[in-house]
Structure formats: C-alpha cells, structure tokens
C-alpha cells in the first residue's frame, strides 16, 4: 500500500517553462489537495478536488492549473514557471469529500526550482 | 476567522528531557485541531487530532496535546525526547467551507534534540 505519491522528486526548471506534477493515491479517498511549502509559513492550499470531477481554487492559484483525472490521479500544472514559484509541493488526499474531522495524507512532496 | 500561531519557531532539547511545542488557535467555533510531524526531506504524517471528544488526546511516539478551549490552546508534549523525534512540527485548525475542509497550518517548529 503506497498511500500518496508524487512525481518527480525533485525539478529545476527555467523561467517561462511548463510541467505537470503528478499525484496518485491507492487509498480509494474521494478528496484530494495540492498545497505549496514556503519558509517561515506553513503550507498553503493552491487547489482541491472534493470529488471526481470537481476543483476549486485554493489560497494561492494563480500560475497554476489542476486535473482531476480519475478518483486516484490529481494533477498540478505551471503553464510558465517563475521563480515565484520555487516551493516544495505536497499533495494531499482525505477519505471524504470533506469534513472538519478528516485526516488528510501526504505525499512525499515535490522540490521545485525555478531559474 | 480561524487562524494558528506556534509560538516557538524553533526548539531545542536534550534527549530525556521534556518536550513542549506551543500552539495558539483562534476559531469562531468549536475547532478540530491537528499536529502533523515532517522530518527532513519527508512528507508531513499524522501525530494527533482533537476532535471534540477527549480533551487529552495521545498520538503516535509518545506525544499527546490538550485541548484547553479557556486559554485556547493546543500544546504538544511528550515527557522524554529521543533524537529521532528532532523535525518541523505544525500545528493545524481546520475550518469546513464551501464544501471541503480546509486546513490552516501554523508557521512550523523546528525541534532540535541533542544527545
């Protein structure tokens, strides 16, 4: 049982570039959570998935795209990488479809560069 | 709003001794609150959560937190530290809205044990 995994591990890209980071979960959750790590601040939500087929725009969207491709596959692209988004990504899946009691699992995370 | 304030960005202990990690919430109701573990270059894990019942709550590797609702508190304890447990600790409040269940995460504790 994997849980949730991410790829890549670790990416640099330059200024203007385009990538997808991945995510997949085996745990049959119905929720699933993009978040970005800074220094000094806690994680901060980019985009959410409450089912198959929906999305939402988190905290911080902008730059960002999302796919929920199936019930175990949620996707998070940067159209035109800036260095503004040079973070550690981790995605997140919870059992439900929401509930302030939910637990959410995380990913091992993704560390992006941005030149 | 909800919102978390840790209030020691970092920490250091020996081993043996006691461990405090300080956590401050603000909610305008009855919150659920978290403390999630990272250890260097890993994803975040699940140590506790309080979710209304139990006031002192246990988690995994011997830490346990209490809920004090009066001084709207939530620290994070454990009576003897051990080097494995060196690692950024976040505190969580979680707030349900708009059809998922946000988490609000504190900026972090940096827990350093020396032998």
């Known amino acids: 049982n994997a849980g949730v995994t991410q790829t890549p591990k670790f990416q640099v890209l330059k200024t203007g570039q385009s990538m997808t980071l991945q995510c997949a979960q085996d745990?049959?959750?119905?929720?699933m959570y993009w978040y970005r790590q800074d220094p000094g601040m806690g994680l901060r939500l980019i985009y959410y998935s409450a089912s198959e087929g929906t999305t939402d725009k988190g905290e911080v969207p902008n730059g960002y795209n999302v796919s929920r491709l199936n019930k175990r596959e949620f996707s998070l692209r940067l159209e035109s990488a800036a260095p503004s988004q040079t973070s550690v990504y981790f995605c997140?899946?919870?059992?439900?479809?929401?509930?302030?009691?939910?637990?959410?699992?995380f990913g091992p995370g993704t560390r992006l560069t941005v030149l | 709003a909800q919102s978390v304030t840790q209030l020691d960005s970092h920490v250091s202990v020996s081993e043996g001794t006691p461990v405090l990690l300080r956590c401050n919430y603000s909610s305008s109701y009855s919150p659920s609150l978290f403390w999630y573990v990272q250890h260097p270059n890993k994803g975040l894990q699940l140590l506790l959560k309080?979710?209304?019942?139990?006031?002192l709550v246990k988690g995994i590797n011997g830490f346990e937190a209490e809920f004090k609702k009066s001084e709207t508190s939530f620290h994070l304890t454990k009576p003897s530290a051990h080097m494995s447990d060196a690692a950024e600790y976040f505190c969580v409040v979680t707030l349900f809205s708009g059809g998922y269940n946000k988490l609000i995460f504190g900026a972090g504790t940096r827990l350093a044990v020396h032998p």
């Open positions: 997140a899946s919870a059992p439900l479809a929401g509930g302030s009691t939910d637990t959410q699992y």
């Open positions: 745990m049959n959750h119905n929720s």
């Open positions: 309080y979710t209304s019942a139990a006031t």
